[in-house]
């Protein structure tokens, strides 16, 4: 090789070389620079099934002042043209195209919280869901029948069939989706206690456990008092005795319900009236924690057929009507 020849070559590398470095050097300054944003902190979501290309004219179209395909050149450069994840967002002024980057394929998604308590009835849960700031209320104008369809759940009602939690959500998700989670997990749960279930309970299916559960979560004002209660429905199933609990009547009541439970009111027919009609009501009353979902299909070892509340949130227990009438007249009547 010629000496000229040689030096062409280097004169050729030195000239590839150098707009390698020119766009090198670019691309980490616009790396590292701070993205220019319509305000702070901004909001952005990025719809499922988007690529690196949507979620590039997404973040333009939000009002983050980024050209799409100078971004989008970041990601593929760095590999992450597959990686971005869907999800609602939140940037603040100082975010850089890397650090967003970043942001995105971590699945770094802005997420607000809802809880679902035990103890309360579809309507009350309904309401939590649409106070909720950030979902989006699907399930508003929908009656329980197209719920239950719309999260493909099976059974009639739709009282006490979602787990009681707290639910992260990304921000402008459904309703709807923390409902079909919340059956879903409901679901899960059961069958996973029912599978371990003592086998001496009265109860042929799982749904009439959680009947069961969604009772003794409306009676028990201790946590150590649920077997017990738990066992005295259990006692009442097996002997045909009418369970004759206060919480299912006035569940049956509905709105009529003021607070006061009077006789008329035991005696008044619904199908929630556990004193004129004998076994289950049709479905569950409230939602069920997992501590009466237990204590319903592990219920204590005893004979009572009979409880009262004390006054201190703890129950008297009894195994003949003669001593409960003597508990009543302690804790009741003097009140």
Do not use: C
């Amino acid at each position: 090789m010629t000496r000229a020849f040689a030096r062409i070559l280097a004169r050729f590398a030195l000239f590839s070389l150098i707009p390698a470095a020119l766009f090198a050097g670019w691309m980490a300054w616009f790396a590292s620079a701070p993205i220019p944003l319509s305000f702070s902190p901004l909001e952005f979501r990025i719809k499922p099934g988007s690529g690196l290309r949507a979620a590039a004219r997404e973040l333009a179209n939000a009002g983050l002042r980024i050209a799409p395909w100078q971004f989008e050149l970041l990601g593929r450069v760095r590999g992450d043209s597959t990686r971005i994840k869907a999800g609602s967002y939140e940037v603040e002024t100082g975010i850089t195209p890397l650090g967003l980057l970043d942001k995105l394929t971590r699945g770094d998604v802005s997420q607000s919280e809802v809880l679902i308590v035990e103890g309360w009835n579809f309507r009350q849960m309904r309401a939590a869901l649409d106070a909720a700031p950030g979902l989006a209320h699907d399930s508003t104008a929908l009656s329980e029948r197209e719920i239950i369809e719309r999260i493909g759940a099976t059974e009639s009602s739709p009282e006490g069939i979602f787990f009681p939690d707290t639910y992260l959500f990304d921000r402008h998700a459904s309703d709807l989706d923390i409902l079909r989670r919340a059956h879903v997990q409901m679901r899960r749960t059961l069958d996973e206690e029912w599978a371990k279930r003592d086998p001496t309970v009265p109860y042929a299916r799982p749904y009439q456990a959680l009947i069961v559960a969604s009772l003794v979560e409306k009676e028990t004002g201790r946590a150590e008092d649920r077997p017990r209660i738990a066992a005295v429905f259990a006692n009442r199933l097996r002997r045909g005795i009418p369970l004759q609990t206060d919480p299912s009547v006035i569940f049956g009541l509905g709105e009529r319900f003021d607070g006061n439970l009077r006789r008329a009111d035991l005696a008044r027919d619904t199908a929630y009236n556990t004193y004129t009609r004998p076994g289950l009501p049709p479905t569950p009353i409230a939602i069920p924690g997992l501590a009466s979902i237990q204590a319903t299909l592990h219920p204590a070892q005893a004979e009572d057929l009979y409880f009262v509340a004390r006054g201190d949130g703890s129950s008297e227990f009894s195994r003949t009507l003669d001593e409960h009438n003597r508990a009543v007249a302690r804790y009741q009547k003097r009140r």
